[in-house]
């Protein structure tokens, strides 16, 4: 356990002479006294201090230690402020640490420990710097509640962190709130650093994907330099961030509507020396006013970013068009997942960015649908027909909102992570360009 400060808790330990340490090792063992967690410690006087269970030796143990196993000895309780952990303790994993951290206090407060408490006890966690955060599946039992909030120093002091927070489910309001409650500490702001760029904000108001890093690392090594970007999903400025810092992006219309997603993205922006080439959009981007604007548009909310492919259209360049990257969580099924024919030369040239597929090419003012499949083995049907079909849609919303016709070119197609049972979060690269005028 540790105390505030990062320093271990103290541990209640029996003192005796050297000759005796083995008898008391013995008695305490039988008893389930001994603490395993911490080594026996030599004191300064040349006594030797036993590490034991609980806040202190009940008194018949300390009698029967001095009466009959080492009468005439020392035999007193004491405190190891600074214990050392033993081999065994150094060996556990952090979930079984806890384990034994919680089921030990709580044994000492009257409960009786059973598999159903350690059960419910979490197996992981996400950690922000001094903060833990519990998933909404761990410490449901009814029995908690009457060990709170002390049951709550227990855990972070387990685990070496100073705040206890827990999850819940994403609140279904639009800004993607999640429910999360603080357990421990007085506020839930944290940081944590993805590639070099600093992100802030309140895990209580805020959301915040460790598995979204490969496309944000994706991102931050686009070619972007002298490009205008729209963000339409900002949040804290996952994206946004990595294209001005790393992707090189002249500047960026951040569009984001959750109130305390803009207060962390303002921060995000000010430490990470990028403020200057940001202008943050509050509100409903579906009622942006920007227009003819981008070279590239981010898109990206999950499940489905659909509501504003619109926007995405109206914004991009109307002399040169640019580049969409949509994401979408779509859903898979086993047995489909069946390659074409002739995929098993591509298999042998596997590539991370798996296909081109050229479509609308333009030709004397008309749209000719020329689609290429080149499926490689790491993309599924599914993903691809989805592809298809949001590419056939962003061609006809952009004729509609330009009034010309545009040739689209399907240039990859990411997976991000998946989500049991068989759905993927993908992101779709979409090359816009307006077809040339036929004089």
């Known amino acids: 356990m540790e105390r505030e400060g990062g320093r271990p808790a103290a541990v209640v330990a029996v003192v005796t002479e050297p000759r005796f340490t083995q008898r008391y090792r013995e008695y305490l063992e039988k008893q389930k006294l001994l603490d395993r967690r911490h080594r026996v410690v030599k004191m300064p006087d040349g006594t030797v201090a036993l590490p034991v269970l609980g806040e202190t030796l009940p008194e018949q143990h300390l009698q029967e230690l001095r009466d ?10 004491t405190q190891l402020l600074d214990p050392v952990p033993s081999k065994k303790a150094q060996g556990c994993s952090p979930a079984q640490r806890l384990c034994l951290e919680v089921s030990r206090w709580a044994e000492a407060r009257g409960v009786t420990w059973s598999p159903e408490l350690e059960a419910d006890l979490p197996r992981s966690w996400q950690r922000h710097g001094d903060l833990l955060l519990l998933s909404e599946d761990c410490f449901q039992a009814k029995r908690w509640k009457n060990l709170e909030p002390e049951l709550w120093e227990t855990v972070a002091s387990a685990l070496g962190v100073r705040r206890v927070a827990k999850r819940g489910r994403v609140s279904p309001d639009g800004t993607r709130t999640p429910a999360v409650s603080l357990l421990l500490g007085d506020h839930g702001w944290v940081e944590h650093v993805d590639n070099g760029i600093r992100y802030k904000f309140d895990v209580t108001q805020c959301m915040f994907s460790f598995g979204n890093i490969t496309e944000k690392l994706r991102v931050a090594s686009l070619p972007c330099a002298g490009e205008v970007l729209v963000d339409l999903y900002a949040g804290i400025g996952y994206f946004t961030l990595p294209f001005l810092v790393h992707a090189g992006v002249t500047f960026v219309h951040a569009c984001e509507w959750n109130p305390h997603a803009v207060v962390a993205l303002r921060k995000n922006l000010d430490i990470n020396g990028v403020a200057d080439r940001c202008q943050i959009h509050f509100g409903d981007n579906r009622q942006l006013k920007l227009s003819n604007i981008a070279d590239r548009v981010n898109l990206g909310l999950i499940p489905s970013s659909e509501e504003g492919w619109p926007i995405a ?21 086993p047995g489909k997942n069946l390659q074409p024919p002739g995929s098993s030369e591509m298999e042998k040239e596997h590539r991370p960015y798996p296909q081109q597929i050229v479509t609308n090419q333009c030709t004397n003012g008309a749209i000719r649908d020329s689609r290429r499949r080149m499926l490689s083995a790491a993309t599924k049907p599914e993903w691809q027909r989805w592809a298809e079909s949001a590419e056939t849609r962003i061609a006809t919303l952009l004729q509609q909102v330009h009034g010309t016709p545009w040739k689209t070119q399907i240039l990859h197609i990411q997976p991000v992570k998946s989500y049991a049972p068989h759905v993927d979060h993908i992101v779709l690269d979409l090359e816009c360009r307006p077809c040339p005028l036929v004089g």
């Open 68 to 77: 009959r196993l080492a009468p005439g000895g020392t035999c007193i309780v």
């Open 313 to 333: 259209c109206q914004v991009l360049r109307r002399d040169a068009g640019g580049i969409l990257h949509i994401h979408q969580n779509v859903e898979s099924y």
